[in-house]
């Protein structure tokens, strides 16, 4: 495992934007796919969206498709999420994800490292 830092969340209206992100500690970790996961008070974990570290076609929910961007920075060691039109039913902790073995992935169970998680509040 290794640390995965995650900053950005806050406070915002409904169609406001909000950029996260992840950085992963240790700059040896190499990984092969990362992603965004989403709680909602009362709620399973799930999956938002996964990125390789080849750059290939990331991987969205359906519930964010279109609103929501994951992008890697490689020479950074760190991923984000641009999140645009934002919804009330946005509201949750955001959690990055890093797997050194599968390179995306919808799975929670496939990542072996996570971050601390970070709040968003969306207000309608």
């Known amino acids: 495992q290794v640390q995965l830092v995650e900053s950005g969340g806050g406070s915002v209206q409904a169609g406001d934007s909000l950029t996260l992100s992840c950085t992963v500690s240790?700059?040896?970790?190499?990984?092969?796919?990362m992603g965004w996961f989403r709680q909602a008070p009362g709620k399973e974990r799930e999956f938002v969206a996964s990125?390789?570290?080849?750059?290939?076609?990331?991987l969205y929910a359906e519930s964010v498709q279109g609103r929501f961007t994951i992008s890697r920075d490689i020479a950074a060691n760190s991923i984000y999420l641009q999140m645009d039109n934002l919804k009330s039913e946005d509201t949750a902790v955001y959690y990055c994800?890093?797997?050194?073995?599968?390179?995306?992935?919808?799975?929670?169970?496939?990542?072996?490292?996570w971050g601390q998680g970070t709040l968003v509040t969306v207000s309608s």
């Open positions: 994800a890093a797997s050194k073995v599968y390179s995306i992935s919808y799975s929670p169970a496939r990542y072996e490292s």
């Open positions: 990125i390789t570290r080849a750059g290939g076609t990331p």
């Open positions: 240790e700059r040896t970790f190499t990984w092969a796919g």
